[in-house]
């Protein structure tokens, strides 16, 4: 019995263990969380399919609207009728006539000029729209949580440098107090070496603010309800893609970039609102009809009731021979259809101008890179040199915290590279429309 308790007990713990561990996420992982909660790309998801909604015939008025009425009115009248012939005055008080309809209608504009058919091609050009306008949120999206994630792991990673920066000046602690002791050493040079730990200290603990501002933003792009949750990244290095391609990321970008195609789509309305404006040049035709019922009562007429059933229709033919504003309309128009095709090249320069900075920076921190890490190598082996000939007494606590400076130095700045150079990566896959490889 008591056997069972203690493996059930076991087996409790283990269980309590395991839920209490904290979530592990890969960039993938914080990808399919925040495309599928954040609240930003949802908003557009849904105006989305509003604009989807609306790209109707109907919507356009290509189609016919049918009302389907019926009525009842009254009158209560005092009438006074005088006969010319004999003079003879007749008066009637109260006299109440009555008259009942019901009916249905129809009306139809079939021809206006081609305005029902550009807007209706505006409402389906806008549905398009739409859809780009989630693919630009999804991409920033995307980028934006890349950009955070990356910026976890140089956190981290930061932490991580701190944390061996405590080690080091702990351990010149422990040595200048040793060799305060034995006599090898001034008094000062020990103080110096707990006032540069201190300092350290201080950085490890502002780091871990640092790190912690990260975590919250992440969970925020994630759209996670407890924004301060606590969870484990799987990366503890900032992976760099070094085989990118200035060429494939410019035809890239001339063929899918979602800013490009909102540009030409904004060139396609304008082109239809001139449309629009050309079509009262032309005639319009409407068709309508109807089928009713109405009944008249009369109190004092010859006759005391009248009824009619039937069947009514017309066409109209009209043009609208001046409105005063059409000129004037049709030149702001051309001049919006201009202004679009001005703002879509203007914007294939900038992508250019942008693509080419990016190109440059990043290729500039790879080579960056390469140099940060030899001198690290550099840097390592003059710390090294150092603390030995500090043990020996050889080399003063000043020169000791230089070399030791000059170490970490050279570790946040392949630190920097390593995320400036990830950073415009994500901009130029961003630009190109290939940013959606970070999900495979």
């Known amino acids: 019995m008591t056997y069972r308790l203690i493996t059930l007990l076991t087996g409790l713990c283990a269980a309590a263990t395991l839920a209490a561990q904290p979530p592990v996420y890969t960039l993938k992982d914080c990808l399919e969380e925040g495309l599928l909660n954040n609240y930003s790309l949802r908003i557009t998801r849904n105006q989305e399919r509003i604009s989807a909604n609306n790209a109707t015939l109907a ?53 206006d000029g081609f305005d029902i058919t550009a807007t209706y091609q505006q409402l389906r050009e806008l549905e398009r729209q739409g859809k780009t306008d989630t693919r630009i949120a999804l991409e920033d999206l995307i980028a934006n949580i890349a950009a955070e994630y990356y910026n976890f792991v140089q956190q981290k990673i930061r932490l991580k440098n701190f944390h061996y920066a405590m080690t080091l000046s702990r351990e010149r602690v422990r040595i200048a107090e040793a060799r305060v002791h034995v006599g090898n050493a001034s008094r000062l040079d020990y103080l110096q070496a707990r006032v540069d730990f201190n300092a350290d200290s201080a950085q490890y603990i502002k780091q871990q603010e640092a790190l912690h501002t990260s975590r919250i933003e992440l969970n925020e792009l994630m759209a996670k309800e407890d924004v301060d949750q606590f969870f484990v990244i799987r990366d503890s290095l900032i992976d760099i893609n070094h085989i990118l391609r200035f060429d494939e990321l410019w035809e890239g970008t001339l063929a899918v970039n979602a800013s490009l195609l909102r540009a030409a789509q904004n060139q396609t309305l304008a082109r ?47 043009f609208r021979l001046f409105d005063g504003n059409r000129k004037r309309e049709r030149r702001n128009a051309s001049l919006a259809v201009e202004n679009a095709r001005l703002e879509r090249e203007q914007l294939e320069q900038a992508l250019r101008a942008d693509l080419q900075n990016l190109w440059q920076a990043y290729r500039n921190n790879l080579e960056l890179l390469k140099l940060e890490r030899q001198n690290l190598i550099v840097a390592k082996d003059n710390y090294d040199i150092s603390r030995d000939r500090y043990l020996l007494g050889d080399l003063a606590g000043i020169e000791m915290r230089e070399a030791q400076k000059n170490l970490l130095d050279a570790e946040e700045r392949i630190l920097s590279a390593e995320y400036d150079t990830k950073i415009c990566e994500i901009s130029l896959l961003q630009i190109s429309g290939m940013i959606t490889e970070y999900l495979r």
């Not at 009728?81 to 007749?90: A, D, E, V």
């Not at 006539?97 to 209608?105: K, M, P, Y």
């Not at 009809?289 to 033919?317: D, H, Q």
């Open 59 to 111: 919507n356009a008025g290509a189609l016919p609207t049918i009302d389907l009425s019926a009525g009842y009115s009254g009158t209560l009248d005092d009438t006074e009728t005088r006969l010319r012939s004999t003079g003879t005055t007749t008066r009637e008080n109260g006299a109440y006539d009555q008259t009942l309809d019901a009916g249905i209608s129809l009306e139809w504009t079939v021809f």
């Open 272 to 318: 239809l609102d001139y449309k629009k404006v050309c079509a009262r040049d032309y005639p319009y035709v409407r068709l309508n009809g109807g089928y009713g019922y109405t009944l008249n009562k009369y109190e004092l007429a010859a006759n005391s009731r009248r009824s009619t059933l039937g069947l009514n229709f017309g066409v109209t033919v009209g």
